[in-house]
C-alpha cells in the first residue's frame, strides 16, 4: 500500500517506494525477485518471489524410471550434484531394502565430502566479489580446479557427475586415482590460509558484514533454515553427526560441527569457511580407510527392469547447502508415484522476509550473498 500525505506550506510530502530486484538484476544469483518496499534508504518490508526458473522435476520424476530420475535430481542445486545424486538412491535403496558393499559406501562418503569443498569454495570467492573484493575468487577458482580434475577423472563430469547409481556407483575407481586426490586435497589445504588472510583479515569485509543481517534461532526453527546458515546462528544440528548416514558413523573423531552465536553475515562466512577445512580432514579419512579395504564390488546387480515394492519412504541427507529430503511414494511400479524434492534453499530463503526488513539498502546486498542459495534449488 501507498499513503502520500499533501500538506501546505512547509509540510512535506512522503511515499513508500516499491522496488523490484531481479529478476535479472546483477546482485542475485540466478533468476530471484524481490519485491522491496523501501521507507527512504530504509527497507519497510520484502517479499522473495520465486518461480522464474521452474522446470517441474518433481512432475517429471513421476515419468521416469529410477534410473532416469538420478538425472533429474542431479542438477537443481548445480552446485551440489553428486550429493543430489545421493539423497535419491539412498530413498530408493531404502525402499528396495538393498544393502550396499562397503567399498561404495566409503567412496560416496569421500565424493559427497569434495563435493562438499567445491561447493563452498563456490561462495568463499563469489561472496567478496558481491561486496568488492575481486581478487579471492581467482583463488577459490584455482582451488577448484584441482579438486574439479579429480572429480572429472573418476566420473567425467565436471558439474553433473552421474555417478551414483541403485545400489552403489557407476564403476570403481580408476587406477592410482586415491593417489592423486589425496594430493589434491593437500594442496587445497595448503592454500586455503590464502582466502582466510584475504578475506577475514580485510577490515572492509569484516564492516560490511560484522552485525548486518542478523537471523535470531527463533526464526531459523520457524523457517525451516538449515545448513551453515542455521549453523552460524548458534542451532547445532548436523544430520552427519545426529542421524548418521553413509559412514558418518565412523567418522565421529573427524565430524567437527561448526556453529557460531551472532547470526550475522560475517558468523554465516566464517561457519562456511571453517566447514570447508572439515571437509577436507573427512575426505582424508575416507581416503584412509578405502586404502585399509580389500577390492571388492562397488554396486549390486539389478534386474532389467527395477520396480520399488508398494509403499513410501522419507530419506534425507546434510547436502552442502543444508537439508534435503526426498520423500517417494511407490505403488509398485517402474517409475515412482511421487517423488517429493525438499530443498535446502527454497526455505534459507523464506528468511528473507524477516531479514531484511530494517535494514538498509546498501546492506541487502551482504545479506542475499550470505544466505548461500542457488536458485535451481529454489525453484527445483
Request: net charge negative; aromatic share 8%.
Amino acid at each position: 500500500m501507498t499513503e502520500t500525505t499533501v500538506g501546505v506550506g512547509g509540510a512535506a510530502e512522503g511515499t513508500d517506494m516499491v522496488l523490484n530486484i531481479g529478476p535479472q538484476h546483477p546482485s542475485t544469483h540466478g533468476v530471484l525477485r524481490l519485491r522491496l518496499v523501501l521507507d527512504g534508504e530504509r527497507i519497510r518490508s520484502a517479499e522473495p518471489i520465486v518461480g522464474y526458473m521452474h522446470r517441474g522435476a518433481e512432475k517429471l520424476f513421476e515419468a521416469r524410471d529410477y534410473r532416469q530420475i538420478i538425472m533429474l535430481a542431479n542438477r537443481h542445486d548445480w552446485l551440489s550434484a553428486f550429493s543430489n545424486e545421493l539423497g535419491v538412491v539412498l530413498a530408493v535403496e531404502r525402499m528396495l531394502g538393498m544393502e550396499v558393499p562397503e567399498r561404495a559406501v566409503w567412496t560416496r562418503t569421500l565424493l559427497a565430502e569434495l563435493n562438499r569443498v567445491l561447493n563452498h569454495l563456490m561462495f568463499l570467492g563469489s561472496y567478496p566479489l558481491e561486496l568488492g573484493g575481486i581478487t579471492p575468487i581467482f583463488y577459490a577458482f584455482t582451488e577448484r580446479e584441482e579438486l574439479q580434475h579429480v572429480m572429472e577423472e573418476v566420473s567425467g563430469g565436471r558439474m553433473h557427475y552421474m555417478f551414483n547409481r541403485v545400489g552403489g556407483l557407476k564403476e570403481d575407481l580408476p587406477n592410482g586415482w586415491t593417489g592423486r586426490a589425496r594430493a589434491a586435497v593437500a594442496g587445497v589445504r595448503a592454500r586455503m590460509g590464502r582466502i582466510d588472510d584475504l578475506v577475514l583479515g580485510n577490515e572492509i569485509f569484516r564492516g560490511r558484514t560484522r552485525g548486518v543481517g542478523v537471523l535470531s534461532r527463533q526464526d531459523v526453527h520457524a523457517f525451516g533454515v538449515s545448513g551453515p546458515i542455521a549453523r552460524a546462528s548458534g542451532v547445532d544440528f548436523d544430520l552427519r553427526r545426529d542421524e548418521p548416514y553413509l559412514a558418518y558413523g565412523e567418522l565421529s573423531d573427524e565430524l567437527r560441527v561448526v556453529t557460531r552465536g551472532e547470526g550475522d553475515c560475517l558468523a554465516r562466512f566464517e561457519v562456511l569457511l571453517e566447514q570447508t577445512h572439515v571437509a577436507l580432514d573427512l575426505a582424508d579419512a575416507c581416503l584412509d580407510r578405502l586404502a585399509e579395504l580389500p577390492p571388492g564390488p562397488v554396486n549390486q546387480r539389478l534386474p532389467k527392469v527395477l520396480k520399488a515394492p508398494e509403499g513410501h519412504t522419507y530419506a534425507w541427507t546434510e547436502n552442502p547447502l543444508g537439508l534435503n529430503g526426498y520423500y517417494l511414494v511407490s505403488k509398485g511400479e517402474k517409475t515412482p508415484y511421487r517423488l517429493k524434492l525438499r530443498s535446502a534453499s527454497f526455505n534459507n530463503i523464506q528468511a528473507l522476509t524477516v531479514l531484511l526488513p530494517g535494514t538498509l539498502v546498501a546492506d541487502m546486498v551482504a545479506i542475499l550473498g550470505s544466505m548461500f542459495f542457488v536458485v535451481g534449488d529454489v525453484d527445483k
